[in-house]
């Protein structure tokens, strides 16, 4: 992530590859879907974007994030 105030590139509390279809959930938190392992079955991760934090299952179940605002 590219913190435009400082200009300072953040990576995220994430280790597994993510794809470029990422969807920032608010201010604060970005999410992204990823497959699970051994499994065709994918679910929508949460993670801060502020590089701290761990990732979280935010929907089971699912793919590609989209947030409604």
Same mark, same amino acid.
């Given at each position: 992530?590219?913190?435009?105030?400082? *200009?300072?590139?953040?990576?995220?509390?994430?280790?597994?590859?993510?794809?470029?279809?990422?969807?920032?959930?608010?201010?604060?938190?970005?999410?992204? *879907?990823?497959?699970?392992?051994?499994?065709?079955?994918?679910?929508?991760?949460?993670?801060?974007?502020? *590089?701290? *934090?761990?990732?979280?299952?935010?929907?089971?179940?699912?793919?590609?994030?989209?947030?409604?605002?």
């Amino acid at each position: 992530m590219l913190d435009l105030t400082t *200009g300072r590139d953040v990576e995220l509390a994430e280790s597994r590859s993510v794809d470029d279809q990422v969807e920032w959930l608010d201010g604060d938190r970005i999410l992204y *879907g990823l497959p699970r392992e051994g499994s065709a079955e994918t679910d929508v991760w949460v993670v801060p974007a502020d *590089g701290t *934090g761990s990732p979280a299952v935010y929907i089971p179940y699912a793919w590609s994030p989209s947030v409604v605002r």
